[in-house]
């Protein structure tokens, strides 16, 4: 089956320090895509960074960047410098590909900066 | 430029009422997912839609649940007779096309409509 899993429901971090939230997939693809999403209170599905199977590069944006390891099937993403604003709820996504176009989701994690 | 509209945002609705959902997708836009979001869960996919055609339903209901995203108009997640378990954050999501790369047309979300289900 193709899953995304993300194994720490809860996550802390004190403003201006640095913090790894963890995801692992399963397929059998070889090429696919994955996706980090923050969802703020509002409700709001916000796109932080995304990163194409077959490129070894890690992706960046800004304060945000991924560690991708495609062998170990491993993806999480590195908040640096963490503000008060980045608190929200985390969800790991993959699209694996085929005509539709979808997204997989973990079930989140929930960051908390403190200050 | 607009993005997905939602609306409404909050819908209560008791247990045998029928629930609508609307999702005006962004301009040009011409293909809508709908997702759901369960308490303490991650979205989940429901359907998947082109103008006129729904193409993938493979994560919708059977039953009670339907979707159609019409020529003229939003897209409508129509969900009859309404059960507790229906009570959920349900997001409607577009994307200019269906090409593999949804690297470079990644999917928009709206603010999404919370269905409680009384």
């Known amino acids: 089956a193709q899953t995304v899993t993300q194994s720490q429901p809860e996550m802390s971090v004190q403003e201006a320090e640095t913090v790894t939230l963890s995801c692992t997939y399963d397929t059998s693809e070889s090429d696919y895509y994955l996706f980090w999403y923050k969802q703020p209170p509002s409700r709001q599905m916000i796109l932080v960074i995304r990163?194409?199977?077959?490129?070894?590069q890690n992706a960046t944006e800004n304060r945000f960047s991924v560690n991708f390891q495609k062998a170990a099937k491993s993806f999480s993403l590195k908040i640096s410098d963490s503000q008060l604003g980045d608190a929200a709820m985390y969800f790991c996504a993959a699209n694996y590909g085929g005509a539709t176009n979808k997204l997989i989701f973990g079930t989140g994690t929930l960051l908390a900066v403190q200050p | 430029n607009a993005g997905v509209m939602q609306n409404p945002r909050h819908l209560v609705r008791r247990r045998g009422q029928e629930a609508r959902l609307r999702c005006s997708p962004v301009k040009g836009h011409s293909h809508v997912y709908w997702y759901r979001q369960l308490p303490e869960e991650g979205l989940k996919f429901m359907v998947y839609l082109q103008k006129e055609n729904i193409i993938d339903e493979s994560g919708m209901p059977k039953e009670r649940f339907s979707a159609e995203f019409p020529k003229e108009g939003p897209s409508i997640l129509r969900i009859q007779q309404v059960v507790r378990g229906d009570s959920a954050a349900y997001f409607c999501?577009?994307?200019?096309?269906?090409?593999?790369?949804?690297?470079?047309?990644?999917?928009?979300f709206g603010n999404g409509t919370r269905l409680t289900v009384t």
């Open positions: 999501a577009s994307s200019p096309w269906s090409s593999y790369s949804s690297y470079n047309s990644p999917l928009h």
């Open positions: 990163q194409e199977a077959y490129k070894q």
